[in-house]
Structures are given as structure tokens and as C-alpha cells.
């Protein structure tokens, strides 16, 4: 069935550090790939997608690139902030037994220190 | 418009009882899922309802259920507790549901301790 891996965490990091959270993952035909993040205490929120190889989903400074030959997501930004301290989920939109369902990944917590 | 609201907010229990946690979800939203979040498994799906249907069902025993109501209200139940049940729940609602590739919209979860 449909998988997806990430890095473990936490993943510490220093105000304006560059991250580079891993996401790869395993799924039958093309699926659509996500970010959510959760902040703590609340629920998850789409932080962004993309549905196709070579699409590159961004906001609020975060960026990811769907890479088909790697079966990769990887989620980066250049400079993060104390107010990105949450934690990841990759996500895929993929097959599950004639109807598609959203797997995500076990989560990647990031912590970012003044 | 009024998020996504799950109540209880905790719920203690002990073991052998039986548990019903709720979920509203954002007004014209059709599609509620459920998902148990624990720290060492990341979210497994439970469940997704549409239009008072279960589309999709992932690998949980029978003791997890679930229903829809015709406002899109849904419940999930949990009989005869297990220590192994104690997990965040969260719900997530959609307008189409999720085989759109809509994003989903969480809710804050329901804290269940199994005792």
C-alpha cells in the first residue's frame, strides 16, 4: 500500500537557519503530495501542494518540488523563524483499494531557538 | 465561518468501557474523516464518511466505528477500550472529500486516555 518516510526529529535549528525536512514515499501511479503542519495544541493546516512531477508547492516561505525519479518532497526554507517551530507531516493522495485516501507520514517536529 | 469542532476536548476512561467522540465540521462540508495520531505512528486513518456514507475504511478492528448524520455531523465509537486506544482523534472535513485532492480542514482532536 501507499507509504510515506520522513526524517525523524525533532530537527533543532538556530533563528534563520536553512531546513531541509526529508519526505519520500512509495504509491502506485501519480499521486498528489502535501505538507501540513501542526502547530501545537491545534489541528493540522495545508501548508502547501503539488499534484504533478516538477511542480514546486510554496507559501509562506516554505517550498517543496515533486520529484518523480526520487519519489521525493522535500520541504526547505531559507531562513526559518521561532513562529516555525511546529510539527511536518508529508502527506499523499493515493489509491487505496478502488478509492483514493490521504496517508501522511509519521510527522517531523521542528524546533527553532532565539 | 466556524472551524472544525471536536468535543470532547479529553476524555479519561479505563479499560473495557466504551467511548463516543464527536465531530462538526465546517458548514457546506459533506466529507468527515478520522484519524488517530500517537507519537510513534504518525496519523492512520480510520475512517471517511460522505453524505452519511463510509467511503473508505483503513485497518482497525471492529471496535472503532463510526456514523454520519444528515447535517454531516459525525461520531466515531470506540467499544471495549484497550490501554493501546489512548491517541489523539482527529477529524478533518472537506467539501468533495478527500479523492478531490481538496485540502482538508483539521480540528483541534480529542485527547482519549485509556486507563
Known amino acids: 500500500g501507499d507509504s510515506v518516510t520522513q526524517m525523524e526529529g525533532p530537527v533543532t535549528l538556530s533563528e534563520e537557519a536553512f531546513l531541509t525536512i526529508n519526505c519520500t514515499y512509495t504509491a502506485t501511479g501519480y499521486p498528489s503530495l502535501f505538507w501540513y503542519v501542526q502547530y501545537p495544541g491545534e489541528g493540522l493546516q495545508l501548508l502547501l501542494k503539488?499534484?504533478?512531477?516538477?511542480d514546486k508547492g510554496s507559501n509562506k516561505g516554505f517550498e517543496a518540488t515533486y520529484r518523480k525519479e526520487t519519489t521525493s518532497f522535500h520541504l526547505e526554507k531559507g531562513s526559518v523563524q521561532v513562529s516555525d517551530s511546529a510539527v511536518y507531516f508529508c502527506a499523499l493522495l493515493g489509491d487505496s483499494g478502488g478509492y483514493q485516501k490521504v496517508t501522511f507520514g509519521t510527522g517531523t517536529k521542528l524546533q527553532v531557538i532565539p | 465561518k466556524a472551524g472544525v469542532t471536536q468535543t470532547p476536548r479529553y476524555l479519561i476512561k479505563t479499560r473495557g468501557q466504551q467511548v463516543t467522540l464527536s465531530c462538526s465540521p465546517i458548514?457546506?462540508?459533506?466529507?468527515v474523516s478520522w484519524y488517530q495520531q500517537t507519537p510513534g505512528q504518525g496519523l492512520q486513518f480510520l475512517f471517511e464518511y460522505f453524505s452519511e456514507t463510509q467511503r473508505n475504511k483503513g485497518n482497525f478492528p471492529g471496535r472503532f466505528s463510526g456514523r454520519q448524520f444528515s447535517n454531516s455531523r459525525s461520531e466515531m465509537n470506540v467499544s471495549t477500550l484497550e490501554l493501546g486506544d489512548s491517541a489523539l482523534y482527529l477529524c478533518a472535513s472537506s467539501t468533495r472529500g478527500q479523492a478531490s485532492g481538496e485540502k482538508l480542514f483539521f480540528g483541534s482532536g480529542t485527547q482519549l486516555s485509556v486507563l
Open positions: 458548514s457546506g462540508h459533506r466529507s
Open positions: 503539488a499534484t504533478k512531477a516538477d
